[in-house]
């Protein structure tokens, strides 16, 4: 089955800075790899999602995110971050041939001002 | 405004009390889940409608019940919880099952007395 590692639990940036998120994932055959933002309070809203094609993916909120088969990875970024994007963050990957898609533990975000 | 709709946004119960959790999308999906999600945890999967039938339960107990009547609606049915039941329950809808993103619905906060 497939799983996600997100290295970082909380991480901290000022308002204005560049934010990268780092996701890992582990599955045998091509991934479906998706985003999603949690506010307090909220359910999950889907950022954006890799299926095939260009690696670099362009989502909602002037958010991007990066497969990287090599590594294994499909990081989240930004450059500049406002303050309402303070919140949870879930990587997520599913799979063609089972019906559920496993989440990371998740990264808080914290934005100074 | 999300396109997932649960009822009701909280709940407070007791331990010998009878109740449903509601959840409507509107979107044409033929598939729906629930979720249950623990404070600063991701969301973990509970059980799986496709097509309106139930193709994963995830060893879950027996006081939790789903029932999908038809393709846009999706009960939970709680009898007689725990404590340790107290949490966010989520319900998300996609296309189909596999690989497609789901949609979120803001969630049930449940509190068990």
């Known amino acids: 089955a497939q799983s996600v590692t997100q290295p970082d639990i909380h991480i901290t940036v000022s308002e204005g800075a560049s934010l990268e998120l780092r996701c890992n994932y582990s599955y045998g055959a091509t991934p479906y790899l998706f985003w999603y933002v949690q506010s307090p309070g909220q359910g999950l809203q889907l950022l954006l999602k890799y299926f095939s094609g260009d690696t670099l993916v362009q989502g909602i909120k002037g958010f991007e995110a990066e497969f990287k088969r090599s590594q294994s990875s499909f990081n989240l970024r930004k450059p500049s971050v406002h303050w309402s994007d303070a919140a949870e963050y879930f990587c997520?990957?599913?799979?063609?041939?089972?019906?559920?898609?496993?989440f990371g533990a998740g990264t808080r975000l914290t934005v100074k001002p | 405004d999300t396109e997932v709709t649960q009822t009701p946004k909280h709940l407070v119960m007791g331990m010998t009390n009878k109740k449903s959790l509601k959840c409507e999308q509107h979107?044409?999906?033929?598939?729906m889940y629930w979720y249950k999600q623990k404070a600063k945890k991701p969301p973990e999967l509970m059980f799986v409608y496709s097509y309106e039938k139930l193709s994963i339960n995830e060893s879950v107990p027996s006081r939790f019940s789903p029932e999908c009547p038809n393709s846009s609606l999706l009960n939970l049915h709680l009898h007689a919880l725990q404590p340790e039941d107290s949490a966010l329950y989520l319900c998300a809808s996609s296309q189909w099952t596999g690989n497609q993103p789901q949609h979120f619905g803001d969630g049930t906060r449940l509190s068990i007395l």
């Open positions: 979107m044409g999906h033929r598939a």
């Open positions: 997520a990957v599913g799979a063609d041939n089972n019906n559920d898609m496993r």
